[in-house]
């Protein structure tokens, strides 16, 4: 059975699913749609033309399909599309898209945004993505599924974040990063892999191993690094997770790749 509390405002156009909860001083928009089991525990503002899948979970104060922070926007219908059972902690803000983007901002399934964190308009997040405090997106970036990152961690705009990587706490990233990688610091630099986050996932040692042998091929200091990308292809072409680093590369051959730090 949906419930609204009685000090919540739900526009009458708004879609709302079975079981749905609405809690104090909440406020849900005309062009709403909350999915089965959507719970907003207390003053939550959902606005704009967005949709929230079964089973989230808004805490206090989380404002989600707001208009874009952009000054080129003037109002376009813009999007929010959001999956199932993401919990939005406190004072959670993700807005929109922007007619000069995907004109939708997306959110996988199974995601966990802790307090604080933002995310800008034509942002994709995958799934199962875990944002902790005040992590900050910026618009346009690409954040695919399994990514961890750290508080105060910051992604500019535009920059992709490879499957399973991990941004380690106060990480500034301005390059795009690779799949199953691991970076640190402000510009962030690349660390190695995610090891953790591989041996959580369930990875034997001998796919470990074959990975960080590929890695240091990789980022070798001798050749081009086309030259190096050939030599892992042809070494590693049954393993799909290098085949995977490989491809996030090569996808977009002008973005600069965040790369390990050199000694001088």
Not at 41 to 61: A, K, M, N, Q, Y
Not at 192 to 210: M, T, V
Not at 230 to 243: K, L, N, T
Request: proline share 5%; hydrophobic share 40%.
């Amino acid at each position: 059975m949906t419930t609204v509390h009685p000090t919540a405002i739900v526009d009458p156009g708004a879609q709302l699913g079975e079981a749905v909860e609405v809690g104090p001083y909440c406020i849900v928009g005309p062009d709403v749609t909350l999915g089965r089991g959507v719970k907003l525990r207390s003053h939550v503002v959902v606005e704009g033309v967005t949709t929230i899948g079964d089973d989230c979970v808004l805490h206090p104060f989380v404002n989600l399909g707001g208009p874009p922070q952009h000054l080129g926007h003037k109002g376009e219908p813009t999007r929010l599309e959001i999956g199932a059972r993401n919990i939005f902690r406190e004072n959670v803000t993700v807005h929109t898209g922007t007619q000069m983007g995907h004109g939708v901002t997306r959110i996988g399934d199974d995601c966990l945004l802790m307090v604080n964190v933002h995310v800008g308009h034509d942002a994709v997040i995958g799934n199962r993505v875990t944002m902790a405090p005040s992590v900050a997106i910026g618009g346009h970036a690409e954040v695919f599924d399994f990514v961890f990152l750290g508080g105060l961690a910051a992604v500019h705009q535009f920059t992709r974040i490879g499957r399973s990587a991990f941004i380690g706490g106060g990480g500034i990233v301005t390059k795009d990063v690779i799949p199953y990688g691991s970076v640190w610091g402000n510009h962030a630099h690349l660390e190695g892999l995610n090891l953790i986050g591989l041996k959580r996932r369930g990875f034997d040692r001998e796919r470990i191993n074959a990975m960080r042998a590929a890695y240091r091929l990789l980022f070798a200091d001798e050749g081009t690094f086309q030259e190096r990308i050939e030599d892992v292809a042809g070494a590693y072409s049954d393993i799909p997770e290098i085949v995977e680093i490989l491809d996030f590369i090569r996808v977009d051959a002008n973005r600069a790749l965040c790369l390990p730090r050199r000694e001088v």
